[in-house]
């Protein structure tokens, strides 16, 4: 019955099912395993910023460039801040104990010893930076030289939270916090790295550190998962139409070798076949148009 298989038609059916079958699942389980991997580094990561928090701060200079190891670890860095080119970040979101709460970073560039800035976020503030009032409310940077602490972030990029990449703001207040967005702004070079302090002087609020990239369970996490079922659903499409051609090609087979034909619209008993009427002849138990017209002059 199942002799079929062996045709030239159905080893093409099988070879690309036995080939599309371990592909799926191959895929599939490489897909599981890099959401296995960025749910092991975003455990990582969560482990080095509880490390961090506890450790004792670390020159800059040690810990560049920023990579998934040194984000977050705690820097210190000594110079004097550029208060005429202190800049506000707009749009920017602070968790609290009510819900999410929309402000702005207050950033100022430290000029260090050797000639480069460093942007230190020194806080966040509620309100919108486009207020003259909310504006006035970010406090001017300390005078003379300081020694800043604070939490190691890498620049940001146009897939950052909270990022505007597009441009178009006023005179006063950055996008995005980068080297590259700050190198037209400033007539010295700036590190491409930034800090948001531990302690920042009121009425500041302090910005809690961010993951870095590629070690949280963001969305290309999730697409890893959502990537893993279609491959393993893809698998088991193929076995289920692989069974269900099979199960169909072997029951016409049965039904030849017990001498079951289908029948068909033109076959015998159908309406042009040999057992129905002739073209012209009328069916049994009908009359013809002659017979039912009535005699003339009745």
């Known amino acids: 019955m199942y002799r079929f298989l062996l045709t030239p038609r159905w080893w093409g059916i099988n070879v690309f099912a036995v080939l599309a079958i371990p592909f799926c699942i191959f895929m599939g389980s490489w897909q599981l395993s890099r959401f296995d991997d960025r749910v092991a580094s975003h455990q990582q990561q969560e482990n080095r910023s ?7 701060p670390r020159p800059l200079q040690g810990l560049l460039p920023v990579d998934q190891v040194t984000s977050g670890r705690q820097a210190s860095a000594r110079g004097r801040y550029d208060a005429e080119h202190q800049l506000l970040v707009p749009g920017r979101t602070l968790q609290g104990k009510h819900g999410d709460r929309q402000g702005f970073y207050v950033l100022t560039l430290l000029r260090t010893d050797d000639g480069k800035a460093l942007p230190v976020v020194r806080g966040w503030l509620p309100g919108d930076a486009n207020s003259t009032a909310d504006a006035a409310k970010a406090p001017a940077p300390p005078k003379g030289e300081v020694t800043v602490v604070g939490a190691l972030q890498a620049s940001e990029n146009q897939g950052t939270a909270g990022v505007q990449a597009g441009g178009g703001l006023p005179k006063g207040q950055l996008g995005m916090i980068s080297a590259a967005s700050l190198v037209n702004i400033v007539p010295y070079g700036v590190y491409d790295a930034w800090i948001t302090l531990t302690d920042p002087p009121a009425p500041l609020h302090a910005v809690p550190p961010a993951a870095a990239e590629g070690s949280g369970l963001d969305m290309k996490a999730f697409q890893n998962l959502g990537y893993t079922g279609e491959w393993f659903v893809f698998a088991g499409f193929v076995l289920f139409m692989w069974f ?3 199960r169909r090609e072997a029951e016409a087979a049965r039904d030849a070798a017990l001498g079951i034909v289908p029948e068909e619209p033109g076959g015998p008993g159908g309406p042009s076949g040999p057992g129905g009427p002739r073209d012209g002849e009328a069916a049994e138990g ?13």
């Open 50 to 56: 509880a490390d961090a928090k506890a450790a004792a």
């Open 244 to 246: 269900r051609l099979v």
């Open 286 to 298: 009908t009359e013809s148009p002659e017979e039912t017209r009535e005699p003339q002059g009745a």
